[in-house]
């Protein structure tokens, strides 16, 4: 099966650095996304990695390393606003828009 | 990006109904993609809705329970048969734009008593 994973929970303060890491099967391997998810809202798109290295987009940053079925988003200067779930979603395949889910990290982001 | 639109937004239904959720997207896409989000759990594909041909289930969905309609490039629906309230769930509908880009409708909230 599609093996994701990624931690259930993380906290850290206002202005803070963190680090989501996901790992993920590497067979077939075709594209990983990161979504945010706010309770009761639905995905938001935050990023796209199908070749090594760093995406920078402002204040978030995802990471990818086929070789190790590895990736993370980094967030920088936290707000409050950014307590959220973070999924990561992992392609494989050619077929563009099928998604599996990890169980998503719940950040909470404290004042 | 894309603007996509569900009907209803929620319902609560009686078990051994069937509710038929609707999606629209501004734009053309060559696929639309059902997902489900039970709650306190991440988001699993259900199918993928082609236009002119049947939906692709993902293991652990059949077509007499979640038949899916396509007629044309910028509408999908998804019904939800003969529920139970195991089927409580958020449904969202999702499309791709390039292969870098997927972006997701804003969610049906079924609850089924």
Same mark, same amino acid.
């Given at each position: 099966?599609?093996?994701?994973?990624?931690?259930?929970?993380?906290?850290?303060?206002?202005?803070?650095?963190?680090?989501?890491?996901?790992?993920?099967?590497?067979?077939?391997?075709?594209?990983?996304?990161?979504?945010?998810?706010?309770?009761?809202?639905?995905? @938001?798109?935050?990023?796209?990695?199908? =070749?090594?290295?760093?995406?920078?987009?402002?204040?978030?940053?995802?990471?990818?390393?086929?070789?190790?079925?590895?990736?993370?988003?980094?967030?920088?200067?936290?707000?409050?606003?950014?307590?959220?779930?973070?999924?990561?979603?992992?392609? &494989?395949?050619?077929?563009?828009?099928?998604?599996?889910?990890?169980?998503? @990290?719940?950040?909470?982001? &404290?004042? | 990006?894309?603007? #996509?639109? *569900?009907?209803?937004?929620?319902? #609560?239904?009686?078990?051994?109904?069937?509710?038929?959720?609707?999606?629209?997207?501004?734009?053309?896409?060559?696929?639309?993609? &059902?997902?489900? *989000?039970?709650?306190? *759990?991440?988001?699993?594909?259900?199918? @993928?809705?082609?236009?002119?041909?049947?939906? @692709?289930?993902?293991?652990?969905?059949?077509?007499?329970?979640?038949? #899916?309609?396509?007629?044309?490039?910028?509408?999908?629906?998804?019904?939800?048969?003969?529920?139970?309230?195991?089927?409580?769930?958020?449904?969202?509908?999702?499309?791709?734009?390039?292969?870098?880009? *997927?972006?997701?409708?804003?969610?049906?909230?079924?609850?089924? =008593?």
């Amino acid at each position: 099966g599609q093996n994701i994973d990624q931690p259930t929970e993380m906290t850290a303060t206002e202005g803070a650095i963190v680090q989501i890491n996901c790992t993920y099967q590497t067979s077939g391997f075709n594209g990983l996304f990161w979504y945010q998810q706010h309770a009761g809202e639905a995905p @938001t798109f935050l990023s796209y990695n199908v =070749l090594d290295g760093l995406e920078e987009k402002g204040r978030f940053s995802s990471f990818l390393s086929r070789s190790k079925g590895y990736s993370y988003l980094l967030l920088k200067e936290l707000q409050m606003k950014d307590s959220a779930s973070y999924l990561c979603a992992v392609r &494989w395949g050619s077929t563009l828009g099928r998604l599996y889910f990890g169980r998503g @990290t719940q950040l909470t982001v &404290w004042p | 990006s894309a603007v #996509i639109s *569900q009907k209803p937004s929620r319902d #609560i239904c009686q078990r051994g109904t069937s509710l038929t959720i609707q999606c629209q997207v501004d734009s053309q896409v060559t696929m639309m993609f &059902w997902y489900r *989000q039970q709650p306190g *759990q991440s988001l699993t594909l259900i199918a @993928t809705a082609n236009q002119g041909s049947e939906a @692709t289930y993902e293991s652990g969905f059949v077509i007499d329970k979640f038949p #899916i309609s396509r007629p044309n490039l910028t509408f999908s629906t998804l019904t939800v048969s003969n529920m139970s309230p195991e089927d409580s769930s958020i449904y969202l509908c999702s499309v791709e734009l390039g292969s870098d880009t *997927q972006y997701f409708g804003p969610g049906t909230r079924l609850t089924v =008593l």
